[in-house]
C-alpha cells in the first residue's frame, strides 16, 4: 500500500512539472527550449518593424516623419489580421489552383490549430505568429522606395492586396512542404529566411512602385537631407539585433542550426559594415554613419537566405560583396532615373539577388552532400546555382507583373500620388494632423 501511494505521488509531481508537455497533442511532446527561442525570435522580428520605421523615419524629412513611419507600423495591423484570417492558409496550406497558393481549412482564421503541436514540439500558434512577422515587415520594406509621395489611405489597401497576391503565394512556393520552388532540384531553392520571398520581393515591388507613381517634387534638383540620423542609427541598431530572431529564428528549432545561422548573421553584418565605409572613405574622402548602417543592412540582407547553409567565411564573403555591390548601385542609382526614396531596391532588392545566388559557392559540404544523395548520387554548385537562378527570376517576374497590376488598381479607384500641395505641407499634417517635433512648419 505505501508502494502505490509513492508511485502515486511521483506520478502526481511528474505531471504536475511536465504534465502539459507529456499530454500535448497528438502524443508529440513540447520541447520547452525550442519553443521559449521562437517565442524570443518571434518577438525579436516584431522588434524590427519600430526599427524599420525608426531608420526610414530618421531619413525623410521632418515634415514627414511621422507619415513614414505609420507605413511600418499600420502593416503591423493590417498584416496580422490578413495573416490569422487566410495568409497562414493561403502561405502554408495545400496546394490549389496548380500551386499557386495554399489553402487548408484548418487554417482559416487559425480555428483548426488550437491544441496542434508541430514535428519538434513547438505549438504551431508559435510558428504560425513567427511566420506572421515576416508578413508584416516585407511590405514595410517596400514603403522607403516611394516615401514621402503616396497616400496614406491608398498605402494601406496596396500593401493588403500585395500580402494577399504577392506575399502569400511566394511564401508558399518557397516555403510550403509542397511548394514547387521548396521541391526544386535535389533539395530545394535555398532561402533560409527570406531573400526571394521578403527581400527580392519587397526591392522589386518598391522600384516598380516608384516608377509608377514617379518621383517626389523637385527629385533631384531639391535636396532632402535627413532629418535625424540619430534615429537611423538607433533603428538600425534595432534591425541588427532583430535579425537574430529572423535568421536564427528560422532554423524553427534550438540547436546546431540555430548556431549556424545566428554565427552567419553577425559575421556577415559586421563584413558589410566594414565594407561600405572603407569603400566610402576611398571614394568620399570620409566615412559616414549612414555609410556605415547600409553597410550593416547590406551583409544582413544578403546572408538571409544562405544563413542556414553557409559557414563563417562565407557569411563574410558574402557581406563584402553585397555591400560593394550595393555601394556602386546606389551611388549611381540617380543615373537609373527613378526615384527609390531609401534605397529599398538598392539594398533589399539587390542585397537579396546577390544573396541567393553567390551563396552556391559558399555551401557547406553536409548540405551538397545531402543534395547528391537526394539526386541519386551528384549534385553540383552549378546545377544548384540553376536553381537559385530560377527562384530569383520567377520571384522578379511574379513581383514585378503582380505588384504592377495592382497599383493600376489602386490608383484608379483611390488615387495613389499625393498631389503637389499634399506633398508640400507633408504627409504628418495632410494624412494625420500631426508633427513629429511640434512645429506647425516644418522643412
Not at 15 to 42: C, K, R, Y
Not at 152 to 173: D, E, Q, R, S, T
Not at 253 to 281: H, K, N
Request: proline share 3%; aromatic share 14%.
Amino acid at each position: 500500500m505505501g508502494k502505490i501511494k509513492v508511485q502515486h505521488l511521483f506520478l502526481l509531481a511528474l505531471f504536475l512539472l511536465v504534465g502539459p508537455d507529456i499530454f500535448a497533442q497528438g502524443n508529440i511532446p513540447i520541447d520547452s527550449g525550442a519553443t521559449a527561442w521562437m517565442l524570443t525570435s518571434t518577438a525579436l522580428v516584431l522588434l524590427m518593424i519600430p526599427g524599420l520605421a525608426m531608420f526610414y523615419g530618421g531619413l525623410v524629412r521632418s515634415k514627414n516623419v511621422l507619415g513614414t513611419m505609420m507605413h511600418s507600423f499600420s502593416a503591423m495591423g493590417i498584416m496580422t489580421v490578413l495573416w490569422m484570417t487566410i495568409g497562414y492558409s493561403m502561405a502554408f496550406g495545400h496546394n490549389v489552383l496548380g500551386g499557386w497558393f495554399g489553402w487548408n481549412n484548418d487554417y482559416f482564421f487559425l480555428n483548426g490549430i488550437d491544441e496542434s503541436i508541430m514535428k519538434g514540439g513547438i505549438p504551431e500558434y508559435v510558428f504560425t505568429m513567427f511566420q506572421g512577422k515576416f508578413a508584416i515587415i516585407t511590405p514595410a520594406l517596400i514603403a522607403g522606395a516611394f516615401a514621402e509621395r503616396i497616400s496614406f489611405k491608398a498605402y494601406m489597401v496596396f500593401i493588403a492586396l500585395w500580402g494577399i497576391l504577392v506575399y502569400n503565394p511566394l511564401c508558399h512556393w518557397v516555403w510550403a512542404p509542397d511548394g514547387f520552388l521548396f521541391n526544386m532540384g535535389a533539395n530545394g531553392a535555398i532561402d533560409f529566411a527570406g531573400g526571394t520571398v521578403v527581400h527580392i520581393s519587397a526591392g522589386v515591388s518598391g522600384v516598380v512602385a516608384a516608377l509608377y507613381l514617379g518621383p517626389r517634387r523637385g527629385f533631384p534638383k531639391i535636396g532632402a537631407r535627413p532629418n535625424n540620423l540619430v534615429m537611423t542609427i538607433i533603428g538600425a541598431g534595432l534591425l541588427w539585433v532583430g535579425w537574430f530572431g529572423f535568421n536564427a529564428g528560422s532554423s524553427i528549432s534550438s540547436g546546431l542550426s540555430t548556431a549556424q545561422a545566428l554565427t552567419a548573421t553577425q559575421v556577415a553584418a559586421a563584413a558589410g559594415s566594414l565594407t561600405w565605409i572603407i569603400i566610402e572613405s576611398i571614394h568620399q574622402g570620409k566615412p559616414s554613419a549612414l555609410g556605415f548602417v547600409s553597410g550593416i543592412l547590406s551583409g544582413l540582407v544578403a546572408v538571409t537566405p544562405a544563413a542556414g547553409v553557409v559557414k563563417p567565411y562565407g557569411a563574410l564573403i558574402l557581406g563584402m560583396i553585397a555591400s560593394t555591390v550595393c555601394y556602386i548601385f546606389i551611388s549611381k542609382k540617380y543615373k537609373f532615373g527613378f526615384d527609390d526614396t531609401l534605397d529599398a531596391f538598392g539594398i533589399h532588392g539587390v542585397g537579396g539577388i546577390v544573396g541567393a545566388l553567390f551563396l552556391v559557392f559558399f555551401i557547406r559540404d553536409s548540405w551538397m552532400k545531402q543534395a547528391a544523395i537526394n539526386n541519386g548520387g551528384i549534385w553540383t554548385i552549378w546545377e544548384q546555382l540553376g536553381v537559385q537562378a530560377t527562384a530569383v527570376g520567377l520571384c522578379i517576374l511574379y513581383a514585378t507583373t503582380l505588384t504592377f497590376a495592382i497599383l493600376f488598381v489602386v490608383d484608379k479607384i483611390f488615387k495613389l500620388r499625393a498631389t503637389s500641395d499634399e506633398e508640400m505641407k507633408g504627409m504628418d499634417t495632410v494624412y494625420h494632423g500631426e508633427s513629429a517635433y511640434g512645429m506647425l512648419n516644418p522643412n
